[in-house]
């Protein structure tokens, strides 16, 4: 019971510290309302368009293959590292490990995951129909 008795303790005086520290801030900070003070801007620069930009599905692979590949890579050199204490059965887990991640972009490759040039892009137009194709 003790325990469930310190957590709360503990989460009053978290809640009361934040609760402190926003009144605080709340009193001590400047108060300015003049017309420009609301609006937004970007290193001295107004804005010029929405910051709601559609951004392509290719960004968002790049960052996948990045942790895909780069999480393999750490795996590698941690096996690099002990690969004299692991031995034969050690090399044949990281081979077959390299062999899987082989297949893998082999996989992506294939099915046209690279592909984010021009023709993609006539190819996407075609299949749906759109001009330009």
């Known amino acids: 019971m003790s325990a469930v008795v310190s957590l709360a303790v503990y989460f009053v005086v978290v809640v009361a510290l934040i609760g402190f520290l926003m009144l605080v801030t709340h009193l001590s ?7 420009g003070t609301g609006i937004p801007y970007e290193s001295g ?9 559609r951004l392509s599905a290719d960004f968002y692979l790049v960052a996948m293959f990045f942790v895909i590949f780069d999480i393999s890579a750490v795996y590698l050199f941690a096996w690099a590292v ?9 090399y044949a887990a990281a081979l077959v490990f390299m062999v899987e991640t082989a297949a893998g972009l082999a996989y992506l490759w294939r099915k046209g995951a690279f592909d984010w040039g021009v023709r993609r892009l006539r190819e996407h137009r075609k299949r749906h129909g759109l001009k330009g194709a």
């Open 29 to 35: 900070g400047e108060r300015h309302f003049e017309l």
């Open 82 to 90: 002990a690969a004299r204490e692991l031995g034969w059965p050690g």
């Open 45 to 53: 620069v107004p804005i010029t368009g929405s910051a709601r930009i």
